[in-house]
């Protein structure tokens, strides 16, 4: 930790709810959750309608921001902005890589809003670029930077529930699609990439990759993948997807844990018509369960937002005792702390506090999601999309710049 505080000035390329949830976050008090060596600032909003709505945004959003943050109403003026250090990007996916690349063009650090692009291509191309222009890039899964996301990652890899055979994970909304979306919204419109995998799959498959992939030893291995889509019959969108991957490698865990380099599952589902939490109390369990030789891990709460993980042992059908270092079922409960949504705030200042840090300490990219993981993800999107042929709209698609969205 350093003795001095790092301040990390924001711009903020776009002005919908995403942008309003990460800023509210962003200005929260960090000495709230913990954090004593970073801070933010929001020095710069940007519309791409108007500089009146982008004031309208600062207005909405406290004193804090009102004296700090400018109105811009083009993306253009924004990145050119002198006192930005870094613009994070809260367009919808289909946007992603045209106002990305503005900003890596312009020698501004990204953090882009999942999913990272449209598809691979995109991402190798953003990736390319701020490594050529030494610029600092990450892809904004912020469950990734929960404290209980990495103590999750901390207990696998101790070895506390053995060698991981399975992943499963969930990502679901379960909602009366056509009464609330028709067939304009961006969940479901394919000129703006809608469709369950790319919206909430990337939840999923962040599970499922944080343990199979992130934690294996190097040189890690992709996976293969199986799929199976159902589309939604009013714009092709798929709207309930199943992901099955098979990892030739599984975690590095503790030595003491047989079997830790053997195949490992993968399971990843999602959907816009089923859902994880039917009843939004949690009654139908855990979303994301992490399976291995001596025991279980259960992850409750959003895919996305998780509050509380269950460690349960295995126990020997004969002797009826535990046959890993787990003796009980232990229940951890995160309560995500500050003003906000629920209970605190929304979770998304782990994130920023991340990208502070690594344009404090000098990075292009972060250890906890780095570019060679975020590429692969969205070749295993691809891979689903091609298998189902899932086509989205030539401009959004290309990598082409620019391309007037």
């Not at 126990?315 to 003796?327: E, Y």
Request: proline residues 6%; negative net charge; glycine residues 8%.
């Amino acid at each position: 930790m350093t003795d001095t505080v790092h301040t990390t000035r924001w711009g903020i390329l776009a002005t919908g709810w995403m942008a309003s949830v990460f800023v509210k976050d962003l200005l929260s008090d960090p000495a709230v959750r913990g954090v004593t060596d970073v801070r933010h600032e929001v020095v710069a909003v940007a519309s791409s309608t108007s500089t009146d709505r982008a004031q309208k945004f600062i207005d909405e959003h406290g004193q804090m921001i009102k004296t700090t943050a400018k109105a811009y109403g083009s993306y253009a003026d924004l990145v050119a902005d002198p006192n930005v250090d870094i613009v994070y990007v809260a367009t919808p996916h289909s946007h992603h890589y045209q106002n990305a690349l503005l900003a890596l063009k312009a020698g501004k650090p990204v953090l882009v809003e999942k999913a990272f692009t449209t598809n691979a291509a995109q991402a190798r191309e953003l990736v390319e670029e701020a490594n050529a222009a030494n610029l600092f890039l990450m892809e904004a899964l912020w469950t990734r930077f929960f404290p209980l996301a990495a103590e999750v990652r901390e207990a696998v890899a101790s070895g506390v529930i053995g060698a991981v055979q399975r992943v499963t994970a969930d990502s679901s909304f379960g909602e009366n699609v056509e009464a609330l979306w028709g067939t304009q919204n961006r969940i479901i419109n394919l000129d703006l990439a809608g469709g369950a995998l790319l919206d909430l799959g990337v939840y999923a498959l962040a599970w499922v990759f944080q343990i199979l992939y992130h934690l294996q030893p190097s040189p890690r291995q992709p996976p293969t993948v199986a799929s199976s889509v159902i589309k939604y019959p009013s714009t092709g969108a798929d709207e309930q997807t199943v992901v099955l991957l098979t990892f030739p490698v599984g975690p590095a865990v503790d030595s003491k844990s047989e079997g830790q380099n053997n195949s490992t599952q993968g399971i990843a589902t999602c959907g816009i018509r089923a859902g994880m939490d039917p009843d939004q109390k949690g009654t139908a369990g855990a979303p994301i369960r992490i399976q291995g030789t001596h025991g279980e891990i259960q992850v409750f709460g959003p895919t996305f937002r998780p509050t509380k993980y269950r460690l349960i042992p295995k126990l020997d059908t004969n002797t009826g005792k535990p046959v890993g270092p787990l003796s009980e079922v232990k229940d951890v409960e995160h309560v995500i702390p500050g003003p906000g949504e629920r209970n605190g705030g929304h979770g998304m200042y782990w994130e920023a506090d991340e990208a502070a840090r690594c344009l404090r300490d000098g990075k292009q990219q972060s250890a906890t999601m780095d570019w060679e993981e975020t590429i692969v993800i969205m070749d295993i999107m691809d891979s689903v999309r091609k298998q189902h042929n899932i086509k989205y709209p030539n401009s959004i698609e290309t990598t082409d710049y620019p391309v007037a969205l």
